[in-house]
């Protein structure tokens, strides 16, 4: 399986960036994509995922409200909607699949494949 992540770059505060992540390959209805974040001197964390099973989704409490994860199966395709962006949210970006559908977990080591990660920067 491989992903691809597209749609970083700078942005001002309260602007909005799609980000978007496709899965090719040995691809199944079975498993969970999720985004994550790493910005410079911190550790990788969980932002949000869906469920390809039951297209469940879950957000991490900094960014409800804010961003939205979305998928379009035709596509083996997820988004990450993000509006409102803060400072805080400068980080590379990362798409993970899971071969777990559900629950969609928050734990990196859950996570067998990795997108090459894309920057989003925040500022004004």
């Known amino acids: 399986v491989q992903l691809q992540a597209s749609g970083g770059g700078m942005m001002q505060p309260g602007g909005s960036l799609r980000l978007s992540c496709a899965a090719s390959?040995?691809?199944?209805?079975?498993?969970?994509m999720s985004w994550f974040r790493q910005a410079p001197g911190k550790e990788r964390e969980f932002v949000a995922g869906?469920?390809?099973?039951?297209?469940?989704?879950y957000h991490a409490d900094s960014v409800k409200g804010r961003f939205t994860i979305s998928s379009d199966k035709a596509k083996n395709t997820v988004y990450l909607q993000m509006n409102s962006l803060k400072p805080d949210d400068t980080a590379r970006y990362y798409c993970?699949?899971?071969?777990?559908?559900?629950?969609?977990?928050?734990?990196?080591?859950?996570?067998?494949?990795w997108g090459q990660g894309t920057l989003v920067t925040v500022s004004s």
């Open positions: 993970a699949l899971s071969l777990s559908g559900w629950p969609v977990s928050d734990q990196l080591s859950r996570y067998r494949y």
């Open positions: 390959g040995r691809t199944s209805s079975s498993y969970s």
């Open positions: 869906i469920s390809w099973r039951n297209g469940d989704t």
